[in-house]
């Protein structure tokens, strides 16, 4: 137990009066547990909505502001929220130009979503939907049919919030949507597990001296244990993983993620190492980020994030951004 | 061991060629250990240059761009950079305006960049010093005569950028600086040791169940050790600690600062705490932070900073910054 609260039960409620405190930038409704865009609705711009557990911060919270989300439901710790926060969400984010759902692929996320779209929709607000499904570690896991959300979240997210923001109407926001998707894939790998303030201890067991090849965002088992290995080497199976699967044949975008427990300065020695080896395969790095954005509480680790990038997601990715996590050209 | 490293010795040299990779907007020199703006020698501009041993990211690489630091002269871990870094990145930066030192008061950066100032002056570089010193828990400690430099580190390397890029001339710039130094208090906790890679293990003993208040950023030991405490405990004694010495009769700055090991939901709840202390004993914030920005590896922990904000330092503050890990306005 080495956590920074006061009671399990308090946790979420007591980071999101934080997070009103920190950034009165934004409209945070801690009750009901929404964070919007202050100037929202913005006429004429389609709204982009997403939300999952906590637990995974700057994820979905540290996303919304112009350029990118229009509001976020954080769930209890690696909980999904409930369809009344999305619903809340798509009222107060609505010009009228219809709302994007952004979800990662998990059962409870899905379920909720989708309740909460047919609320919306009955409520008259236009509502499409698209499903984050990048992790290529496995097919099916403890909480997914198909396969994880994970870190193209943060690409989808940013680069559907620039379209929108130019002024995209709802189906084409949508369709950039699920190319940025479809052209990501990731691999995780955990160091060690993480810790929930309910449980007050790891969720799983990983003995010093080993790691897990293919770890959720949950600490999800991945495809393999293995004796510890050294950053030159897990980036070789994580970047070739990740390649045998997206077979890019131009330049890519590139997230090296940090599960939350990683220190930046070994972060940035790994994305050394992921930079080596997607050189050795011949593939272009068009951009680079580096950090703990789609995060697994203090869990050590960290994950590869590729996207197939086209001049046009390559220019909504440039595009401007203003959020507590993201931000750059505003 | 849950390190994402190869071999400890090359920890420093892996980070810097990474960071390189995904920072092309900066120059940086793997080899000699210095990252460099771009655009330096901006004409006409004093620079300002800044360093400290390694484990603390983003600080301080991750504080230079535009409207902050020049240059960086990262060290190996925990230890000093070497005097020759910093005459490099001295002359890669000075413009003929000079440039001024940021030092955080440890024994080894103090020697070193007294004797870099003394070598830069030799070569016609004109060099002022500011001493960083604001952490409140101890008066001399393991590494340090007299107070440690901590999260103050990143209000002055903002404040003193700032001042710079507007124009202001290195007598200002170092006042401005030793200014935002004497008006900012800090004080840490640590719920967990950090690893070091060289040690490959704890650098200090913390039962579980325990925590040291008054920590370093190395993990120097604080000022006492006591069974853990909850969130809200933690910021009653940090923030009345910080506000005994600092004395604030108006609104301040405000840093929540991560050491690395602890997740942003912790850290946010956290900072709803000292927002909560900071009102029951009537001081305004001006402008809060919350991030893990001056770390201690993987330690788990939070610091709080606290700079006494007039008019004029507040509107450097805000003033645009262009950075790895600071970003706004730009």
């Known amino acids: ?36 865009r202050r100037d929202a609705p913005v006429a004429g711009k389609v709204a982009l909505v997403s939300g999952g557990g906590s637990g995974h911060e700057p994820l979905h919270a540290g996303f919304v502001g112009p350029g990118m989300l229009s509001a976020a439901c954080p769930g209890e710790v690696f909980t999904s929220p409930v369809p009344d926060q999305m619903v809340r969400a798509a009222a107060a984010v609505d010009s009228g130009a219809g709302v994007l759902f952004v979800v990662k692929n998990y059962t409870g996320d899905v379920l909720n979503f989708d309740m909460a779209a047919e609320l919306a929709e009955d409520e008259g ?17 403890l909480y997914t049919a198909g396969r994880r959300g994970t870190g193209a979240t943060l690409f989808v997210e940013k680069i559907a919030g620039a379209a929108a923001e130019e002024g995209a109407p709802l189906e084409r926001v949508e369709s950039i949507a699920r190319r940025v998707n479809a052209a990501s894939r990731s691999f995780g790998v ?13 969720t799983f067991d990983l003995p010093p001296g080993e790691l897990e090849l ?27 993983v990740v390649l ?17 427990g990683t220190p930046l300065l ?6 050394a190492e992921v930079h080596r080896v997607l050189g050795e395969r011949g593939v272009p790095v068009a951009r680079t980020l580096v950090g703990s954005y789609v995060t697994s509480l203090d869990m050590a680790g960290a994950s590869v994030t590729l996207c197939r990038a ?4 390559l220019r909504l990715w440039d595009a401007p951004v203003r959020t507590p996590a993201l931000r750059w050209g505003w």
């Open 1 to 36: 137990m080495r956590m920074l609260i006061n009671v399990p039960e308090t946790v979420v409620a007591d980071a999101l009066r934080g997070f009103a405190a920190a950034h009165p930038e934004l409209t945070v409704d801690v009750e009901n547990r929404v964070v919007v």
């Open 125 to 141: 607000v236009q509502v499409a939907r698209v499903l984050v499904d990048d992790d290529v570690a496995v097919s099916d896991s």
């Open 190 to 202: 955990a160091l060690s597990a993480c810790s929930t303030p309910a449980k007050g201890g790891p």
């Open 214 to 240: 293919g770890v959720g965002i949950h600490g999800e088992p991945g495809r393999e244990r293995r004796p510890m290995m050294t950053s030159r080497e897990i980036a070789d199976v994580a970047v070739d």
């Open 244 to 260: 045998d699967d997206l077979r890019p044949s131009g330049p890519v975008l590139l997230l090296v993620n940090g599960m939350g």
């Open 266 to 271: 070994e972060l940035y020695g790994f994305g």
């Open 310 to 313: 086209d001049e046009e997601l």
